[in-house]
Nanobody, 123 residues
Framework: QVQLAESGGGLVQAGGSLRLSCAAP????????MGWFRQAPGKEREFVAV????????FYGDAVKGRFTISRDDAENTMYLQMNDLKPEDTAVYYC????????????????WGPGTQVTVSS
């Protein structure tokens, strides 16, 4: 069973930064698009960002454009989400998701999900 593993969540003050990581098995990482979603209590899971297997295609959700940066390190089989200028409304559980195309990931139609990591931004 393929497992994705997020890390890096925590408590931060508004205006601060965090970097999330998502580690994936080598068997899939190099060939899959990877993305981030988040889900706040009582809300639907929201698209945050996606990056293609080649890193040539990157999209962001409107709520995070200009503040978050997605990247991947193929040597480490790890995807990152650098989150700057965090706001209380960024508080959520953040999930990584992988699929064969960026469209599949954006539509939550990929194959694998991580268990999530909590990000809490205090005002």
């Amino acid at each position: 069973q393929v497992q994705l593993a997020e890390s890096g969540g925590g408590l931060v003050q508004a205006g601060g930064s965090l970097r999330l990581s998502c580690a994936a098995p080598r068997s899939i990482f190099g060939n899959y698009a990877m993305g981030w979603f988040r889900q706040a209590p009582g809300k639907e899971r929201e698209f945050v960002a996606v990056i293609s297997w080649s890193s040539t295609i990157i999209f962001y959700g409107d709520a995070v454009k200009g503040r978050f940066t997605i990247s991947r390190d193929d040597a480490e089989n790890t995807m990152y989400l650098q989150m700057n200028d965090l706001k209380p409304e960024d508080t959520a559980v953040y999930y990584c998701h992988s699929g064969r195309t960026t469209n599949m990931v954006q539509e939550k139609q990929g194959e694998y999900w991580g268990p999530g990591t909590q990000v809490t931004v205090s005002s």
